[in-house]
Each structure stands twice: as C-alpha cells, then as structure tokens.
C-alpha cells in the first residue's frame, strides 16, 4: 500500500510539472510573438553545468543558439554557399554554424512509381513548348522553369549514376547562429539573422527559424543522436544531391588531408595534422609558390618543412638571398654531422663559384646526358650574356658566334668532341681559359675583313672589351671568377646554402651584374645536384628560391628558376617559389612571372595586405572559394601587436591557405612548442662557419 500511496504522490507531481513545463512554453510562445524580431533570453541565471531550452532558442551560461531549418534550395545554388553565408552575416560575438543530415540514397528507375512519374514528367514536357515572347512571359515563365528543371535534373542524375558514377545523397541542412550573452553580440545576432534572411531570399533559399520545443528537435538532430522521431523526421525537408555538389558546400575539407608524408601543419578548422607526399610520383613535377608578407610566418613555415623534407631523406639546396635566413637550421643540423651542411658564400668579400666549363659527369639517363655538353655550353653563353650584354643580355649573333666559336676551340684543344667518353677532358677548363682565346682571336686580327667592315672582328673586340674587367689582374673585378670550388665537395651534404650576402642592401648601390652572376653560378650547380641526387644517390632535391622577386632582374637569372621548374621534373626536384610580393607573380606583362603561374602546383598563401591582389589571385587561379580564408589571415595578422583581439582572429594568424594539386585545400599553421619557436633555430642573423 506505501508502494502505492507513493506512486500516486509521484505521478501528481510529475504530472503538475509537466503543467507547469508547459505553461512556461506558452509563456514564451506568447513572449516571442510580442518580441517579434528580438531576441529573449532565459529569465533564470545558468551556471557552466546547465542548458535553457527554450521555444526558440537554447542558452547556456555565456551563449545562446538559434536555429533555421532550410526549407527549400533553387535549382542554381553558389558554390560554397556555406563560406558566403559565414563572409556577409558574422559579426563580432557571432558564429554560424552548419549541420548537414545524409542518408545515401538510390533511385529505383525501374520501380513503378519512377516510371509513372517519368510518365507524367515526359508528358508535361512535350505540352509545355513554344516560343515565350515578350507578352505572355510573366504568364508561361513559371510552367517553362518547371519543364527545364525537370529535364536537367533527369538528364543529370542519369548522367551522373551512369557516366560519373556519383554518389547520390538525401539531405537536410540546418543552420546554427550562435552568439555571446553581452548586450554587444545580442545585437549583432539580431543583425546576422537579419543579413542571413535577407542573404537566402537572394539566393531563393527558403528558410524557417525553428519556433517549437527545442528539446523535441535535440532529441531528433543532434550529430550524436540515434533516435529516429517519426514527427520530426516529416517536418525536416530534404533534397537529393550527387556527393560532388554536397562536397561544393564548403571549400575546405575539415578533416584529414593526405594519410602520410611529411606534415604542412595542422588544419585550424579541424585540428588535425595536413599531409603531403613529396614526389609521390617520381616522374611528376612538384613546383610550389609560397607567399606571405613580413610579419606572415613565411621563414617559421618553410623552415618547419624543410627540416621535415631533410629528415625524410631529400637534400636541401637554398638560394639564400639575404645571406643569413638560414643559418640557424644549418648550424642546428650541422651539429649532428658537420659534413651534412655546406654553405657556399657569394658575398662581396670571398665569392665562390662553380665554373660551368667543365662538363657534368655522365649520370646513366640518356635524355639527361644528351643534353651535358648543350647544357654547359649555354651557361658559359650565359655568362658571357651577362658580363658583355648587361642586365638585358643582349648579345648580337656576331658576338654569340664569336663567343660559340672559343667554346669550341677550348673544347677541341682539350680533345672534347661528341663522344661522351672524351667529355671528362673538360675537367679543369674554366671561364678564363674562353676568354683568353677570345683575346687570342683579337690579338691575331684573324676575324679581320674590310669586306664585311670587320663585323665579326668588332664583335670579338667588343667581348674582350667588356669581359676583361672579370679576368685581367688589376681589374675591378678580377677576383669574380678565382675562388673555383669542386663539386665533390658538395655532393655529400644534405643541406646546401648558397649565401648571397644582400641583407640590408640598398638596390642603388647594388652591383646588379655582380649579383646575375652570382644567381647564375648558383643555377649551374643546383643543376648538377640535382642530378647526383637522382642519379646517385638515388634521392630528390628541394630547392628553394628565396626572395624570388630579387631573380627577376636579369634575363640570365631569372630564365634559371623557370628552367629549374620546367626541368624540375625530369631531375626529380621539387622547387619552393618563396616571395613576400604575390602582385609581382600576378604581373601579366612580366615574361617570369607568366612562366611561374603556368608550372605552379601547389600554393601555400598567408598573409596578404593588399586586398585588390588578394582578389587578383584568386580571379587569375579559380579559387574564389578561398577568398574569405585569406581575408581571414590577413585581418588576423594586422591585429598582432593590438592590446586585444579574439580567439578566433589569433587562430588565423601565421595561417597559411595550402592549396595542393590534387584539389584538395585546408588552412594551415605551424604549430610547435613554446621552447622550439622561441629558440635560435628559428631565429636569423647569426653567423656561422661558411665553406672555405
């Protein structure tokens, strides 16, 4: 009987609270009708344990949430709708968030209900046609959108079970607005809800605020919810997308991108680690463009990844503009073994070099050893270009038959011909040695012929002229071709650095000749790396062109880094296009820059000030779907030395867009410990023991 009395007292009072439950619903039903478009809050004061579920909305200690049902999607819809609904209605102390409920879902063409309905669709087609002029437009516009949605739909989802063999998904979307409980973000809620109705009838989305028992709807739609509500389900309105169209939603894929390799950092919206496989196909060219301004987290980034690529068993060869960038990594890997590292300085007091004379060693690959003699002969042009030519390289053909013609003679007294075995007898051969047989060919007159004005004998004069300064004692610049380094010495490091030495200098003052010539140098031994590495050591290359605006501006210079990438391919390197000056690579009237833009796969973008280049590189490369990210980056960046800015801002700063060549994109960010960023290894300006 105590049993009894006691069940009958419970169910009173459980009945009197669901009475009292649900007058509080009509009190705030009523409430929401009178606020119309404001917004109500929960009376009662929550703690960090305790939800308010309400009408309309669910609260917490610090947020409140609401909720839109999309009812109904137009036949067009943008792509990555989701990033232009977060761009046009977030506000500060305001986040959007997306749920997209999918089942797989399969079309029964041949069930009775599909052929009837083709039926009716076939008949309604072949009714609705004629023209539509201008008087009747308004009355039979509705009835021909009808007949031309019909027909692409069928016509698209054949297409794409039979010739695609997509996916097919049945969905549901809800939209999630959330903002901070201060009278600030209130406000913006109000105004985002606004923006976002407004936003939806132009795209003709039809949406519906969810104004019922939100504890019915948790029950139904939360992600971690398996309880099927028959009433809930029915309300939910859902429309039957390929999986390419539901992936098009969003431009970012928030989870995990590439399964191994060597890691990009760690993907902001999903927190897991983003990795690429370099040189997954040998025989692939790997070309990456990675820009950031001062301040962008450009050096943290490619030094991360470099470190990385080296620990994966790639050899490292930096073209180090500023002259000490690297030093740090360099003396932090030279510390395990100090053969491991070379840096070859090309600074204005001791400037090394390698003579492109000499003819590379046979590597076994007959499409790379075809080219050796070919390939010398064209640097020592080059060179020549430079030194007689300027900045332009601009040689007459009688000076380049001239210059052709010393090659071959130096070549011949050596006993070099076609025949490969006899191309080790270039070795020891040296720019001096072309230069003193053009000066045997002036000093002998024997290019003299009053028939011809003396042309050819002018134009040998006029090299002689020119490039004496580089190879006659007491010159200014004598010293430029002396320091001759070996091969051999570099074939053994992992990491080579090639120190320009130009921090801090002032492109007035610069000796630009000086400077193509170094760059130059530089190029014919990165070249021959890479071919050891291939070919010997049975590896790959990275090189990385540091500054790469500073290779621009000469011809001869800035021909090797498109070189490097064209011929990337066939010596298995991968090239790193490092620059802070992203308009530069956009430049339409700039011959380098066209052939970057055309053998770029891969992009790492961070911080970038200017918007109208933001906008211009994603016009030139598609990618308008990554438009907000970077705006994101670049407002995160600015905000760095303010007194204060927001969690979400600080996730975007030192972020990097990666856009890599399988399609794939996630934002990115180099994250390590305190004790590993604040240390030297990524520091810069500290002088270490260089290569004699």
């Not at 980034?301 to 030093?327: P, Q, R, S």
């Not at 390698?354 to 046979?362: A, E, H, L, S, Y």
């Not at 050819?456 to 001759?484: M, R, V």
């Not at 280049?613 to 705006?631: H, S």
Request: include cysteine; charged fraction near 30%.
């Amino acid at each position: 009987m105590e049993i009894k009395r006691t069940g009958k007292k419970y169910s009173r009072k459980n009945r009197k609270g669901k009475f009292k439950e649900k007058l509080k619903m009509y009190d705030m039903i009523i409430a929401n009708l009178i606020a119309g478009k404001s917004i109500i809050e929960p009376t009662e004061k929550l703690d960090n344990s305790q939800i308010a579920i309400g009408f309309s909305n669910i609260a917490s200690e610090t947020q409140l949430n609401k909720y839109f049902l999309v009812r109904q999607f137009p036949d067009y819809l943008q792509p990555q709708i989701m990033d232009v609904i977060r761009r046009r209605c977030v506000d500060n102390g305001v986040k959007i968030n997306f749920y997209i409920y999918a089942n797989p879902y399969k079309i029964d063409w041949n069930s009775a209900e599909m052929r009837n309905k083709m039926d009716i669709w076939r008949k309604y087609s072949s009714d609705v046609t004629g023209d539509v002029s201008v008087w009747d437009y308004r009355e039979k516009r509705g009835s021909l959108q009808a007949r031309e949605r019909i027909i692409m739909s069928t016509k698209y989802l054949n297409e794409a079970e039979l010739d695609h063999k997509r996916s097919l998904l049945r969905i549901g979307l809800l939209i999630e607005i959330s903002a901070y409980r201060d009278d600030d973000s209130i406000i913006n809620m109000m105004n985002s809800i606004k923006l976002l109705k407004d936003l939806c009838v132009q795209h003709e989305l039809k949406i519906r605020e969810l104004r019922v028992n939100m504890i019915d709807w948790l029950t139904r739609l939360d992600i971690f919810s398996l309880k099927s509500v028959r009433e809930i389900d029915s309300k939910i309105p859902r429309k039957i997308l390929t999986d390419d169209i539901l992936a098009n939603f969003n431009s970012f894929k928030q989870g995990r991108v590439g399964k191994d390799g060597v890691p990009l950092g760690i993907d902001i919206l999903s927190g897991v680690p983003v990795f690429k496989k370099f040189k997954a196909d040998p025989d692939d060219a790997e070309n990456w463009l990675i820009v950031a301004e001062t301040k962008g987290g450009k050096s943290f980034f490619i030094k991360t990844l470099l470190t990385y690529l080296i620990a994966d068993g790639f050899v490292v060869t930096v073209m180090d503009y500023e002259g000490d960038e690297y030093n740090n990594l360099a003396s932090y890997i030279r510390a395990g073994n100090p053969d491991d590292v070379r840096i070859i300085s090309m600074g204005k007091s001791s400037m090394q070099y390698v003579d492109p004379t000499p003819i590379p060693d046979i590597t076994g690959d007959d499409d790379i050893d075809d080219e050796l003699k070919d390939s010398a002969i064209n640097y020592i042009i080059a060179h020549f270009r430079i030194m007689v030519g300027g900045l332009e390289g601009n040689l007459s053909k009688w000076e380049e038959s001239v210059i052709s013609m010393a090659i071959r003679r130096v070549y011949d007294s050596a006993g070099v011909t076609e025949d490969k075995n006899t191309w080790i007898r270039s070795k020891g051969l040296v720019l001096k040695d072309i230069y003193d047989e053009v000066k045997i060919i002036v000093e002998s007159k024997e290019l003299v012929d009053f028939d011809t004005d003396n042309v050819k004998h002018k134009a040998a004069l006029n090299i002689l002229e020119a490039s004496s300064i580089y190879f006659e004692e007491g010159e200014s610049k004598a010293n430029t071709f002396k320091n001759n380094i070996t091969m051999d010495e570099l074939y053994k490091a992992k990491m080579i650095i090639f120190s320009f030495g130009m921090r801090g200098a002032i492109d007035s003052i610069t000796d630009r000749l000086m400077l193509a010539l170094k760059q130059l140098s530089v190029a014919c031994i990165s070249s021959q790396i890479s071919n050891y590495c291939k070919y010997v050591k049975k590896c790959f290359n990275v090189k990385v062109w540091e500054e790469f605006q500073r290779w621009g501006n000469a011809r001869g210079s800035s021909e090797i880094v498109i070189n490097a990438m064209t011929g990337g391919r066939k010596r298995g390197d991968v090239n790193f296009i490092i620059t802070n000056d992203l308009s530069r690579i956009l430049d339409e009237d700039d011959y380098v820059a066209s052939g970057i833009r055309q053998n770029i796969q891969n992009m790492a973008i961070g911080r970038i000030k200017d918007r109208i280049v933001r906008r211009k590189f994603c016009d030139t490369y598609g990618l308008n779907d990554i438009e907000v990210a970077l705006d994101r980056i670049a407002v995160a960046s600015d905000v760095e030395d303010r007194d204060s800015h927001d969690s979400s801002s600080d996730r975007y700063r030192h972020a990097f867009c990666v856009i890599l060549d399988n399609g794939k994109k996630a934002i990115t960010k180099v994250i390590l410990p305190p004790s590993l960023t604040r240390s030297k290894l990524f520091r810069t300006g500290v002088d270490i023991e260089r290569s004699e």
